[in-house]
């Protein structure tokens, strides 16, 4: 029981050590990926130092971390902002994300085992409940906890982390559709991967995959030319 609490006591001790401006890091682009930030709404870095509680010089760090990233854009005297998608954003996104996500799918394939594809049904049938009952919030971090594990299994951190990247830019822009549209109106082909996998069928897990991509995406690009 001793070594217990020692080992959490350890890990415990291991989160605090973290530097701040990774915790505040993490902290915003966790916000911008499940789009409480609103694409082209300004913030200051002061009203995000009072907001997080923390100091200016982590907030700087993590900002100029973002804005590498393409997750936030500088607006001057002290402001940033979500940066708002055009037409030629969501374009290249679809076509980016289908590319990379695609693949991802179709080598997870090859290593899942019968219990993480478990696993993911269980991720999936939470995010039903979640469209059931509109919360756009908890369908957001679902879909994301969904696709993630997913691709985690595909052993390839380079287009995982490009993928993730990906996410980053357009999550913003989902929370908005899914704010005027509801949950309902949002396509899900997880099934179909689900069942690919299950079937060690790597090519229609890539198939399916870029169908739950490509319609999600053109609701996200009507949306923006309806806006």
Same mark, same amino acid.
């Given at each position: ?92 996104? $679809? ?8 693949? @991802?799918?179709?080598? *997870? =394939? +090859?290593?899942?085992?019968? /219990? ?77 991967? $689900? ?8 090519? @229609?897990?890539?198939? *399916? =995959? +870029?169908?739950?991509?490509? /319609? ?12």
């Amino acid at each position: 029981m001793d070594l217990i609490k020692n080992k959490a006591s350890s890990t415990d001790g291991a989160r605090e050590k973290r530097p701040a401006h990774e915790q505040v890091y993490n902290t915003l682009r966790s916000q911008i990926m499940y789009g409480e930030l609103v694409p082209g709404q300004p913030v200051t870095i002061q009203g995000l130092t009072d907001s997080l509680g923390v100091g200016m010089t982590p907030v700087r760090e993590a900002i100029r971390r973002l804005i590498s990233d393409g997750a936030l854009v500088f607006q001057g005297n002290r402001r940033v902002s979500v940066p708002l998608l055009t037409d030629g954003d969501v374009e290249q996104m $679809i076509y980016s994300r289908i590319k990379i996500e695609s693949e @991802l799918s179709r080598r *997870a =394939t +090859a290593n899942v085992t019968p /219990q993480d594809i478990d696993h993911l049904e269980q991720i999936d049938q939470r995010l039903d409940r979640t469209i059931s009952d509109g919360d756009v919030s908890g369908y957001l971090r679902l879909n994301h906890r969904f696709h993630e594990t997913l691709y985690g299994h595909a052993n390839a951190p380079i287009l995982n982390d490009l993928a993730e990247r990906l996410w980053l830019r357009f999550g913003p822009s989902l929370r908005v559709v899914c704010g005027r549209f509801g949950t309902q109106s949002l396509p899900d082909r997880h099934k179909d991967i $689900i069942s690919a996998l299950r079937n060690q069928d790597a090519d @229609l897990a890539a198939k *399916a =995959t +870029a169908q739950d991509i490509e /319609q999600g995406m053109e609701l996200m690009a009507d949306a923006l030319v309806n806006a």
